[in-house]
């Protein structure tokens, strides 16, 4: 079993709540809560990296901390998202779902009478699918733009209904 899941880039993400985006409480709140949803998620990552791959409990044990992680996923994916970052609410669903697919799969894969290295290389993927997607959170939060060519970005004007699609 592989125990180290790492999410270093998370660190990233909660680097935002250092900026100074003014006064809006929404913007507040939704700094606060993704602070938290960073501290807990990097809280739960120690807890993996921590589980002794040889003890008794090793797959209760990780299976206890993704349940804990899809449970960060489903509040971020529940955050009241400010108006400015409204491009964040579907990035915050889709990571969710992806979390919660592959938490399920994990479940299946270590649950089964032989473990099925199918489903756990499919939860890997969904994993990586949602880490990915708080990634591309961090980004936007931090003022960049995500840096992937499976990305499309879309402008909108707030005076038109017309959009413009970066390539």
């Known amino acids: 079993m592989n125990k180290k899941i790492l999410i270093p880039f998370l660190l990233a993400g909660c680097l935002f709540s250092l900026t100074g985006c003014g006064k809006d409480q929404s913007?507040?709140?939704?700094?606060?809560?993704?602070?938290?949803?960073?501290?807990?998620?990097i809280a739960?990552?120690?807890?993996?990296?921590?589980?002794?791959p040889a003890s008794e409990t090793a797959t209760e044990?990780?299976?206890?901390?993704?349940?804990?992680?899809?449970?960060?996923?489903?509040?971020?994916?529940?955050?009241?998202?400010?108006?400015?970052f409204s491009a964040i609410e579907s990035l915050a669903d889709e990571a969710g779902a992806y979390m919660t697919e592959a938490v399920s799969l994990y479940h299946e894969a270590f649950g089964a009478a032989v473990y099925d290295d199918t489903k756990a290389q499919l939860a890997a993927q969904s994993y990586q699918r949602a880490i990915k997607r708080v990634q591309y959170i961090g980004d936007i939060l931090m003022g960049q733009l995500p840096d992937d060519e499976n990305v499309e970005i879309t402008y909108e004007d707030s005076?038109?209904?017309?959009?413009?699609?970066?390539?």
């Open 27 to 41: 913007l507040e709140t939704y700094k606060e809560n993704m602070t938290v949803f960073c501290n807990n998620i």
């Open 44 to 52: 739960q990552n120690e807890v993996i990296n921590s589980i002794d």
């Open 61 to 84: 044990d990780l299976l206890t901390s993704l349940d804990t992680i899809e449970a960060e996923f489903t509040t971020l994916a529940d955050m009241e998202v400010p108006e400015q």
């Open 159 to 167: 005076t038109s209904d017309d959009s413009q699609t970066a390539e």
